[in-house]
């Protein structure tokens, strides 16, 4: 069975303390691997997309990795308004484009 | 400019009560889905559409209704049969093969008052 799990669950940093997150995926065949992040009462919004092994995105201070087993999230020097949950999220070639979404990570960043 | 509309924002139903969600999409993009999202249990996909006038179950269908009339448009009906309705809905869209991700709408806070 497809399954795409996000790691840790809650991560508190404080301003400026860089970190991971994780993202291990079991799917057959990756089409696609998304980075959301999603703010308290809001929906997820797009941050990345990585297609092949190797591949690198990076924006402002986030910057996503990708193997071919699992993805990372570097978050580098955060500040408080980088809180939020981040979900990731694979479409496999088996699928008809039905994303298999993680439980996601929520981050704190403390000033 | 293209994005998806939910609303109501904050929707509340009494025992008993049908309530339908809107969710709108100008992105020109073939296919719409509907989640559910609860706290520690990410996100659960309800039904989808991949095409108009056709829509498949997702993992968590019962209790719920939906339609596709028209390409644009993908309302779901939480129904009484629903025992546990209270959750945020979200509604997305995205191209035919997904090859792009989801564009997720802003979201609809359902309670049962």
């Known amino acids: 069975e497809d399954q795409v799990t996000q790691s840790p669950e809650a991560l508190r940093l404080q301003e400026g303390e860089s970190s991971s997150l994780n993202c291990s995926y079991t799917?057959?065949?990756?089409?696609?691997l998304f980075w959301y992040r999603q703010d308290p009462g809001k929906g997820p919004e797009f941050l990345f997309t990585l297609y092949s092994a190797g591949e690198e995105k990076e924006k402002e201070r986030l910057k996503a990795t990708l193997t071919k087993k699992e993805s990372f999230l570097h978050i580098t020097a955060p500040k408080p308004e980088d809180s939020a949950t981040y979900l990731c999220?694979?479409?496999?070639?088996?699928?008809?484009?039905?994303?298999?979404f993680g439980k996601g990570t929520k981050l704190s960043v403390k000033p | 400019d293209g994005g998806i509309t939910q609303s109501p924002k904050y929707l509340f139903r009494k025992e008993g009560q049908n309530v339908t969600l809107s969710c709108e999409q100008n992105?020109?993009?073939?296919?719409m889905y509907w989640y559910r999202q609860d706290p520690g249990q990410g996100l659960r996909l309800i039904y989808y559409?991949?095409?108009?006038?056709?829509?498949q179950k997702g993992d968590i269908a019962e209790g719920y209704s939906v339609s596709r009339e028209k390409k644009e448009s993908f309302p779901l009906t939480v129904t009484s049969a629903q025992k546990n309705p209270t959750a945020f809905y979200l509604c997305?869209?995205?191209?035919?093969?997904?090859?792009?991700?989801?564009?997720f709408g802003s979201g609809t806070r359902l309670t049962v008052v």
């Open positions: 559409s991949q095409i108009v006038n056709d829509f």
């Open positions: 992105l020109n993009h073939d296919a």
């Open positions: 997305a869209s995205s191209t035919a093969t997904g090859g792009r991700g989801y564009t």
């Open positions: 799917v057959s065949g990756l089409r696609g």
């Open positions: 999220a694979v479409l496999d070639g088996g699928s008809q484009g039905n994303l298999i």
